[in-house]
């Protein structure tokens, strides 16, 4: 069966850091994104990758990085000088055959 499986998140003081994994399952992750929604708000794009090419969004350009190990087939997400407006359930992302695969979503809370 095909999933991405997420680890990682919980609670942290604003400056903190905190990592987030995403381990596929029968499939490649050549191409994904991590997403975050908070409660009323459509879910937003925070990073994407895609063989090279790694993309943030401006609001954590500089504090979020993207990594891959190809070996383990898990991309992180590392995330640090958390701020309280980076709360949010965290997801990521791939497509297969045209089908979006969401992992099962992770919470990120910072407190001021």
């Known amino acids: 069966q095909v999933n991405l499986a997420q680890s990682g998140g919980g609670l942290v003081q604003a400056g903190g850091s905190l990592r987030l994994s995403c381990a596929a399952s029968?499939?490649?992750?050549?191409?994904m994104g991590w997403y975050r929604q908070t409660p009323g708000h459509e879910r937003e794009l925070v990073a994407s990758?895609?063989?090279?090419?790694?993309d943030y969004a401006d609001s954590v350009k500089g504090r979020f990085t993207v990594s891959r190990d190809k070996l383990r087939q898990t991309v992180y997400l590392q995330m640090t000088n958390l701020k309280p407006e980076d709360t949010a359930l965290y997801y990521c992302?791939?497509?297969?055959?045209?089908?979006?695969?969401w992992g099962q979503g992770t919470q990120v809370t910072v407190s001021s």
């Open positions: 992302k791939t497509r297969l055959g045209g089908a979006d695969i």
């Open positions: 029968r499939i490649s992750l050549n191409c």
């Open positions: 990758y895609c063989g090279v090419n790694i």
